[in-house]
């Protein structure tokens, strides 16, 4: 990591520490307090929105990214700056409509608009500057909105999403890095400090939790990075690596809950990471759980960003079935044993 890397990532954690110091006191003064009910995970009111925290060090962190480059490269250095503009544009409008749900001042179908709309512009404004064409478009603008809402759907337990944006953060700071897209990394890198910045305020008993207004911005952060990726020609493998498990966990669920007729608008409590904490795992081994093997999948398409893909690199691809399998499985293994161990008792 060069010392620009470094700086980055250090100010990004630096200023969200900084933010949610500030924040934090605000937010519970104003009643922003997430009040436990029957599908929480957890049992004492606790400040919600404190996403915003993380917001703030993402925007500190890229925009010295975009006066450093200015600075080096003068004139030539303003072009490289649609990227992160657009980044940071698109984040901070997906996190106010997250505040407005925090808020509880926007209705679903009203949030669900905005997240469209915002999706549609900002995939088309990539296809302005790219080749893609209006079919691309349409599949980013879906890929978009199911991606934050799936992000929305995991932040359930203590620092989940949190270390999740870390490792996803750095895998694709370390993509860049190796593609040689600088921006990309820096971008990245940003998002990967200032989860960290946030992480110990939303591990153990947590002091805050991302709200929707995390969740959302945090989303949206990772869909533009991704979408960026795939346009500059990363394979499809890398750039879902760390996703993996949170698209899996998110779509097995809601198979599931349509195939028993139940009401899928409905909050729950069945998502996988969230049995896996019922069946007796604290918040933070579940997130530790989760973190590995979202590292592991990341390391298992090493092969494929070295050498696209390719005949030799599928096998690594298989592996991830048996991870998927690993996770999924684990609530009722861990179960059968309780269920055991009382019968032996």
């Given at each position: 990591?060069?010392?620009?890397?470094?700086?980055?990532?250090?100010?990004?954690?630096?200023?969200?520490?900084?933010?949610?110091?500030?924040?934090?006191?605000?937010?519970?003064?104003?009643?922003?307090?997430?009040?436990?009910?029957?599908?929480?995970?957890?049992?004492?009111?606790?400040?919600?929105?404190?996403?915003?925290?993380?917001?703030?060090?993402?925007?500190?962190?890229?925009?010295?990214?975009?006066?450093?480059?200015?600075?080096?490269?003068?004139?030539?250095?303003?072009?490289?700056?649609?990227?992160?503009?657009?980044?940071?544009?698109?984040?901070?409008?997906?996190?106010?409509?997250?505040?407005?749900?925090?808020?509880?001042?926007?209705?679903?179908?009203?949030?669900?608009?905005?997240?469209?709309?915002?999706?549609?512009?900002?995939?088309?404004?990539?296809?302005?500057?790219?080749?893609?064409?209006?079919?691309?478009?349409?599949?980013?603008?879906?890929i978009g909105v199911m991606l934050?809402?799936?992000?929305?759907?995991?932040?359930?337990?203590?620092?989940?999403?949190?270390?999740?944006?870390?490792?996803?953060?750095?895998?694709?700071?370390?993509?860049?890095?190796?593609?040689?897209?600088?921006?990309?990394?820096?971008?990245?890198?940003?998002?990967?400090?200032?989860?960290?910045?946030?992480?110990?305020?939303?591990?153990?008993?947590?002091?805050?939790?991302?709200?929707?207004?995390?969740?959302?911005?945090?989303?949206?952060?990772?869909?533009?990075?991704?979408?960026?990726?795939?346009?500059?020609?990363?394979?499809?493998?890398?750039?879902?690596?760390?996703?993996?498990?949170?698209?899996?966990?998110?779509?097995l669920t809601l198979v599931l809950?349509?195939?028993?007729?139940?009401?899928?608008?409905?909050?729950?409590?069945?998502?996988?990471?969230?049995?896996?904490?019922?069946?007796?795992?604290?918040?933070?081994?579940?997130?530790?759980?989760?973190?590995?093997?979202?590292?592991?999948?990341?390391?298992?398409?090493?092969?494929?960003?070295?050498?696209?893909?390719?005949?030799?690199?599928?096998?690594?691809?298989?592996?991830?079935?048996?991870?998927?399998?690993?996770?999924?499985?684990?609530?009722?293994?861990?179960?059968?044993?309780?269920?055991?161990?009382?019968?032996?008792?």
């Amino acid at each position: 990591m060069d010392l620009q890397s470094l700086v980055i990532f250090v100010v990004a954690a630096v200023v969200t520490t900084v933010s949610a110091l500030i924040a934090f006191p605000l937010l519970r003064r104003a009643g922003v307090v997430d009040v436990p009910s029957h599908r929480s995970s957890h049992t004492k009111a606790t400040v919600r929105g404190g996403g915003v925290a993380i917001g703030c060090g993402i925007t500190v962190a890229t925009v010295l990214a975009m006066v450093w480059n200015v600075t080096e490269h003068g004139v030539f250095g303003l072009g490289s700056l649609m990227l992160p503009v657009g980044f940071l544009v698109l984040t901070w409008c997906y996190s106010a409509i997250g505040m407005s749900d925090d808020l509880d001042s926007l209705q679903p179908v009203g949030r669900l608009l905005g997240q469209v709309i915002l999706a549609v512009v900002f995939s088309a404004c990539i296809a302005l500057f790219s080749t893609q064409g209006i079919a691309h478009v349409l599949v980013f603008a879906v890929i978009g909105v199911m991606l934050v809402n799936a992000v929305n759907f995991v932040d359930g337990l203590n620092g989940y999403v949190t270390s999740w944006s870390i490792v996803t953060g750095a895998w694709f700071a370390f993509v860049g890095y190796y593609i040689d897209e600088n921006d990309l990394a820096l971008l990245s890198l940003a998002l990967a400090g200032a989860a960290a910045g946030f992480l110990p305020f939303n591990l153990g008993r947590a002091k805050a939790f991302l709200g929707d207004t995390g969740s959302y911005g945090i989303g949206a952060a990772v869909f533009a990075t991704a979408v960026w990726m795939f346009v500059i020609g990363v394979p499809i493998v890398v750039i879902i690596a760390p996703m993996i498990f949170i698209l899996f966990d998110v779509g097995l669920t809601l198979v599931l809950r349509l195939f028993k007729g139940e009401n899928i608008l409905l909050p729950h409590r069945q998502h996988i990471y969230q049995r896996i904490q019922q069946a007796g795992w604290s918040h933070g081994s579940v997130s530790l759980f989760h973190g590995s093997l979202s590292v592991l999948a990341c390391i298992l398409a090493v092969p494929t960003l070295i050498a696209g893909n390719t005949a030799a690199t599928y096998p690594s691809h298989v592996y991830w079935a048996g991870l998927l399998a690993l996770y999924a499985l684990l609530p009722m293994w861990l179960n059968r044993r309780e269920t055991a161990k009382a019968v032996n008792a």
